[in-house]
T-cell receptor
């Protein structure tokens, strides 16, 4: 499974756009890129998933360049409730996949008033 | 009740006790997972069950024993644990066959303290 590298922590202020970049230089052809959010003492929650270019949903956007060696999670206009740990995961979703998710250290986002 | 539920939410046990953690999913999924999250560490995958068969055992000590009687229920039986086993234990479920690095839905976790 491809290894991912993210910043350990980031600070932002309410109302700002936050971009968290993840490096995954060894991403394989079959790999998808998935982001999860985790609040303290809770299980992670799926945010967004993509394969290439741009994906947008009601909470975030995911930008993936053509070489797919990195990805950027974009959170528009963050609020205090967006303070959490954000995990970038890369995994093979092929027919033999055991659904194995490898979580790294994640990025701790602190949103300040 | 919807989603993934876990009981108990908090558990304190001695090293000689035997206890079980329970997970139940109401999402119609056919794969279930146990994860361990120690303080300031990433989540570690422990076990994966697909269609009630164990398909992954991530070198977990035998003092942790999983059981999946059906696709909706998952147990983690604990015996003779060590203090370093104190952690948040998370259960998750997913739909196995979607082939998209299946989105996993996590429960709230059981906070385990071993004295």
């Amino acid at each position: 499974l491809a290894k991912t590298t993210q910043p350990i922590s980031m600070d932002s202020y309410e109302g700002q756009e936050v971009n968290i970049t993840c490096s995954h230089n060894n991403i394989a052809t079959n790999d998808y890129i998935t982001w999860y959010q985790q609040f303290p003492s809770q299980g992670p929650r799926f945010i967004i998933q993509g394969y290439k270019t741009k994906v947008t949903n009601e909470v975030a956007s995911l930008f993936i360049p053509a070489d797919r060696k990195s990805s950027t999670l974009s959170l528009p206009r963050v609020s205090l409730s967006d303070t959490a740990v954000y995990y970038c995961l890369v995994g093979d979703a092929g027919s033999g996949n055991t659904g194995k998710l490898i979580f790294g250290q994640g990025t701790t986002l602190q949103v300040k008033p | 009740e919807t989603g993934v539920t876990q009981t108990p939410r908090h558990l304190v046990m001695g090293m000689t006790n035997k206890k079980s953690l329970k997970c139940e999913q109401h999402l119609g999924h056919n794969a279930m997972y146990w994860y361990k999250q120690s303080a300031k560490k990433p989540l570690e995958l422990m076990f994966v069950y697909s269609l009630e068969e164990r398909v992954e055992n991530n070198s977990v000590p035998s003092r942790f024993s999983p059981e999946c009687p059906n696709s909706s229920h998952l147990f983690l039986h604990l015996h003779t644990l060590q203090p370093e086993d104190s952690a948040l234990y998370l259960c998750a479920s997913s739909h196995w066959t979607s082939g998209r690095g299946d989105e996993q839905f996590f429960g709230p976790g059981t906070r385990l303290t071993v004295l």
